[in-house]
């Protein structure tokens, strides 16, 4: 189970530890799951590393959006096959782990025969980390990349 400790605002809450996941077993592997947030259409969806960027996806853009939850399971992501385009919509974080998995996660949704576009944020560079959720709060859906595919979606939020 993953927990997200929110303010009331909706902004990760101001404690040590905003983001928990319950411990399993480590005789198993946690892979391949993803937290749904709308379904695919026309065989299209997006993947976020976080929930809160999931959300933000969603509602610049009206594009569905799954989450991982973290960097390990976005890059282990396993997509139902009636999906064959992805925008992986990866955080910016100075230790690139992010990045990272989303381009090995691309890779290999590629070699699945899947188009894919995988989307980086530009980061301040007062920052250790920015992401879609950061975008949207500082930007507005304006701030989210024309992607060809699902663009119309987006001139249709934004008029």
Not at 42 to 49: C, F, K, S
Not at 69 to 84: C, F
Not at 117 to 143: C, F, M, Y
């Amino acid at each position: 189970m993953h927990r997200t400790y929110l303010t009331p605002k909706g902004f990760k809450a101001p404690v040590e530890h905003p983001k928990k996941t319950m411990p399993y077993p480590s005789s198993r592997k946690l892979t391949g799951a993803l937290v749904r947030l709308g379904q695919p259409e026309n065989g299209t969806i997006g993947l976020a590393e976080g929930i809160e960027t999931a959300l933000a996806v969603r509602e610049a853009t009206g594009q569905a959006c799954w989450a991982a939850t973290s960097a390990a399971l976005l890059e282990t992501a396993v997509l139902p096959q009636s999906i064959r385009r992805v925008v992986v919509w990866a955080d910016n974080d100075r230790l690139k782990a992010g990045q990272k998995a989303a381009l090995r996660l691309a890779e290999r949704l590629i070699r699945e025969g899947r188009k894919v576009k995988v989307q980086i944020p530009d980061r301040p560079a007062e920052h250790k980390s920015w992401d879609w959720n950061d975008v949207l709060a500082t930007q507005g859906p304006g701030g989210f990349p024309e992607l060809g595919w699902f663009s119309r979606m987006k001139k249709l939020l934004l008029g």
